[in-house]
């Protein structure tokens, strides 16, 4: 029978199933609407949450024994502290000071049991509470660990699986994905930059200036009359060149005024006429002799008036200006006039310009002047228009140009050529690398010499077509002529580093019956750290603080420290020079190529740093934690005390070397005690031995007063039989992160002195060194010895604050200014550490790490996605990969265990419910009988 054949039998059936579904389909928005009041529910408690901890305010001591609570809200309130302590005001609650009783067994249980005895008679709350714990104690107690409900509850967490499986339809899955941030790390570059100078050069002085006006025509004439002063003329100048019984003669002119803006003003001055006279302009009388006009044409005298009348405005326009004199003359006569123009010449001035024939032609006519020359050089005005009193009329327009008017020749006043000059001749020879002169060091004597062909030279333009930013310039020589002959120029090279991370996402999916599930019915704001990178930074920041510490003497003879004076991260000062110029440069401030490197520097850094981790965990009586506190700390003294590693190191074994399976008498008979002290000094001194060779380390270490290592790097027979010491013979001791800078920069220097052609002196080659390792900060640079002849700097001088770390520098860069502390000057460097008793002070908050991070991850110290597998899995860091494993380095034991191993070796057959129940009655029974 078919489907549809079934339901035509069974209508009624059918009906009833059809409004079943009907209801339930027109319910079901409802029915999912109902999770929704739990989601708004659980977000009000959510926003309630954070406005709470948003307005929580921490208590404040308001002194007196009184406490503020909720300061600064309206919910502020005061209590005092003997209501939440009432024996705090107890004259018998105050006992001696208990930090003196730290390390003090024997005292810390004698104070415990003086307590017990006053609190057991004592009639306070205090007394009254311990009392009752007390004889709660010595009541008989039930042994629940048969108990039903202790049973069931162990049953569950036996076989959990049931239980899971009923929560089966929720799972959460964490997304991890890589992040990089990205730090530039600085690599500072110094160069010396000098002026080019020729040998031969022209200076030419062009100077234009524009006519006032111009004649046109008629009887007349211009002339200067001095500096910003013209004389225009009516008529012609002379005597008695006319001769009638009685006649008029005229005189008339045309003048073309050009530029009316630089005339200043117009004055008819003089007029001069035998026997009678009158001026006209543009046919207008302006003035009228002093004899008037008409009567007796002889006077028998010629008169000269000086009328002074203003006519400026009939020059307050451009075009011709036409003026006429005319003369009654009897006899013999004359007559003519005078106009005088005062004009503003920078009006008319369009050009006053000095160009040199090249383009650092300048640069040879200052070398000249300021005497840097050699002998015969010369610099000349080989054209000067001017007289004597320094001024000269331009031939084109006819005004007067004077010194004053014109810009400045380009040369010093010493050199004697004046503004008017209109050519300059330069030439010399001009060396700005003394090259003959001498200096005298710790290194010998020496003298600068001409460069051979091709001899390689580091130019400020190297650094800029290496991509190298600019940061600074600093001059050191400017001389009379005001031009810098030396400037030392600051490149910033570095390169971009990223510093790993990782980023998790954390998502619950619930496919069950149950809509609204945990964080699915709200949204959780967790706060997560990607501070993880920034953690290991202060990791090794305290790391190295306790083994970059220094103190002074507060008794020499004693060699007592004086615990006020210790330092963190202190530096020394330090600096190189360089002599001559940029051709014949001796240059002892240059790191050559070829050096080992920051990497195995830092390398060697934190492999130090995990042994001084692994010993300073050894019990505090061990010998050989005492030996390697005496390299730590700088309270005591590195010296002799080296020599005593001939203790007993049993107790110790097992947490160094990492197992957990020898007994003392399996470690005496099997050797290991010498193994013990290849693992705490060969971990070390090999690896420097093997990496960096002799020299490195022999400085470091010796073997009973000889030195520990052979040509080859290798241990010395003496070494292998008679054991590695730190210090002693000829090797150096000091604190333990400036002992590794010794010896490290032992080496360096070897390779450098091959490649530094030049004798620089031992201090520099350190310098060359730890600037390569970034721990030094360039404070400038200063002029040291000058040329006694040209005055020029002979010898300029790098000024650095040195460090025995990278992370040392950089916490003094970030941590001094906050304590107002600087470094001093290029002259006086002041390269302290930073107090201890100052720390407390610093905001760590505003200390960037992130150079000392991107360092770690440039030299690939820091885990990444790629070799976060190899790098980070437990035996790699605590078993057989360690570098505390004594079988990489030939010891005669069994490869070093990981910590879960030994942790488990530690707890076989252990059976903790005993060892529980034992301490609990032990517990109870400490109190009085």
Not at 20 to 30: D, E, G, I, N
Not at 299 to 318: E, G, I, M, Q, R
Not at 348 to 355: A, K, N, V, Y
Request: hydrophobic share 35%; aromatic share 8%; proline share 4%.
């Amino acid at each position: 029978m078919g489907l549809g054949a079934f339901f035509d039998r069974h209508l009624r059936l059918t009906r009833s199933l059809a409004m079943t579904l009907s209801v339930t389909m027109a319910w079901t928005p409802f029915a999912v609407a109902w999770a929704d009041p739990m989601q708004a529910a659980g977000s009000e408690g959510q926003q309630t949450g954070q406005q709470i901890l948003g307005a929580f305010q921490f208590p404040v001591d308001a002194g007196g024994g009184t406490m503020t609570l909720n300061p600064g809200t309206t919910q502020e309130s005061s209590i005092n502290v003997s209501t939440l302590f009432p024996d705090a005001n107890n004259a018998n609650s105050v006992a001696a000071n208990l930090t003196s009783l730290y390390g003090n067994n024997p005292g810390t249980i004698a104070a415990g049991l003086n307590a017990q005895t006053i609190l057991n008679g004592e009639p306070s709350a205090t007394g009254e509470a311990y009392r009752t714990l007390v004889n709660n104690a010595h009541q008989s107690h039930p042994d629940l660990q048969n108990d039903p409900l202790w049973k069931a509850g162990d049953q569950v967490f036996a076989d959990f699986t049931p239980w899971a499986a009923s929560f089966s339809d929720c799972t959460i899955t964490t997304t991890q994905t890589t992040a990089t941030q990205p730090v530039h790390i600085p690599d500072y570059q110094l160069c010396l930059r000098q002026p080019a100078v020729p040998q031969n050069c022209t200076a030419t002085h062009e100077v234009k200036v524009e006519p006032l006006l111009s004649y046109v025509s008629g009887n007349g004439g211009l002339s200067s009359c001095g500096p910003g002063c013209m004389d225009l003329y009516v008529g012609v100048v002379g005597d008695n060149y006319w001769s009638a019984g009685c006649a008029v003669f005229s005189w008339q002119v045309t003048y073309n005024v050009l530029h009316p803006e630089a005339i200043v003003s117009a004055t008819l001055e003089d007029v001069e006429f035998d026997d009678h006279a009158r001026v006209y302009y543009g046919g207008s009388l302006i003035y009228t002799g002093s004899t008037g006009w008409g009567g007796s044409c002889e006077l028998s005298n010629s008169w000269v008036d000086h009328p002074n009348k203003d006519v400026s405005y009939a020059f307050n326009s451009t075009g011709n200006k036409v003026f006429r004199q005319d003369t009654m003359v009897g006899g013999n006569g004359e007559g003519y006039s005078r106009i005088r123009l005062r004009y503003d010449l920078s009006k008319l001035m369009t050009q006053d310009e000095w160009s040199w024939s090249g383009p650092n032609c300048q640069n040879l006519a200052s070398a000249i002047t300021d005497g840097i020359c050699q002998a015969g050089s010369q610099l000349i005005c080989t054209n000067d228009p001017a007289n004597a009193s320094g001024c000269y009329v331009d031939p084109v327009s006819q005004v007067m140009i004077c010194e004053s008017d014109l810009a400045k020749a380009p040369v010093a006043e010493s050199a004697g050529i004046r503004n008017t000059c209109m050519s300059i001749t330069a030439a010399g020879q001009c060396d700005l690398n003394s090259t003959g002169q001498c200096w005298t060091d710790s290194a010998g004597t020496h003298c600068l010499s001409p460069p051979d062909a091709g001899t390689p030279s580091t130019a400020c333009a190297d650094l800029e077509n290496q991509g190298c930013a600019f940061i600074k310039s600093q001059c050191l020589d400017t001389l009379a002529s005001g031009t810098c002959w030396d400037s030392v120029d600051t490149y910033d090279c570095g390169q971009q580093a990223g510093i790993p991370g990782i980023q998790s996402r954390t998502q619950q999916q619930c496919s069950g019956p149950i809509r609204c599930m945990g964080e699915d019915c709200m949204t959780v704001n967790r706060t997560q750290s990607q501070d993880f990178t920034q953690a290991l930074a202060l990791l090794n920041t305290a790391q190295q603080m306790a083994m970059d510490l220094s103190c002074d003497y507060a008794n020499a003879e004693l060699q007592q420290k004086d615990p006020s004076s210790c330092e963190v991260f202190k530096g020394e000062d330090a600096s190189c020079k360089m002599v001559g110029g940029v051709v014949t440069l001796v240059d002892c401030c240059k790191t050559p190529a070829g050096s080992m490197g920051l990497s195995q520097y830092i390398d060697l850094i934190l492999a130090t740093s995990q042994l001084d981790n692994a010993v300073m965990r050894m019990d505090a009586t061990s010998a050989v934690r005492g030996v390697w506190e005496t390299l730590r700390t700088p309270f005591s003294v590195a010296g002799d005390a080296w020599n005593s590693f001939q203790a007993d190191f049993a107790s110790t074994v097992n947490d160094l070397v990492g197992t957990d399976m020898l007994s003392t008498t399996d470690i005496a008979s099997q050797g290991l005690l010498d193994s013990l002290k290849g693992e705490l000094m060969k971990t070390v001194a090999e690896w420097i031995g093997s990496t960096f060779g002799e020299a490195a380390g022999n400085a470091l270490f010796s073997a009973g007063g000889q030195v520990a290592f052979d040509s080859l790097g290798n241990l010395t027979p003496a070494a292998q039989s008679g054991g590695v010491q730190l210090g002693g013979g000829a090797a150096f001791a000091g604190t333990m992160l400036s002992t590794l800078m010794a010896a490290y920069t032992a080496v360096m220097i070897a390779i450098m002195i091959i490649q530094i052609v030049w004798s620089c002196e031992i201090p520099e080659y350190e310098l060359a060194a730890k600037k390569q390792l970034k721990v030094c900060k360039d404070l400038g640079t200063y002029c040291d010895s000058k040329d006694p002849i040209t005055g020029l700097c002979l010898i300029r001088k790098e000024s650095y604050c040195c460090y025995n770390t990278p992370l040392a520098r950089i916490l003094n860069e970030q941590i001094k200014p906050q304590l107002g502390m600087g470094f001093g000057t290029a002259e006086a460097p002041e390269c302290t550490g930073i107090k201890v008793e100052d720390l407390d002070k610093v905001d760590w908050n505003q200390v960037n790490l992130d150079e000392w991070l991107g360092l770690l991850a440039q030299t690939h110290h820091l885990p990444t996605a790629e070799n976060a597998a190899s790098m980070l899995n437990l035996d790699q860091l605590t078993g057989t990969g360690s570098r505390l494993n004594p079988q990489r380095y030939g010891a005669a034991t069994g490869n070093r265990q990981d910590t879960l191993t030994r942790t488990q070796g530690r707890m076989t057959e252990l059976d903790v419910p005993t060892v529980k129940r034992q301490s609990e009655l032990e517990g109870w029974g400490m109190g009085p009988q």
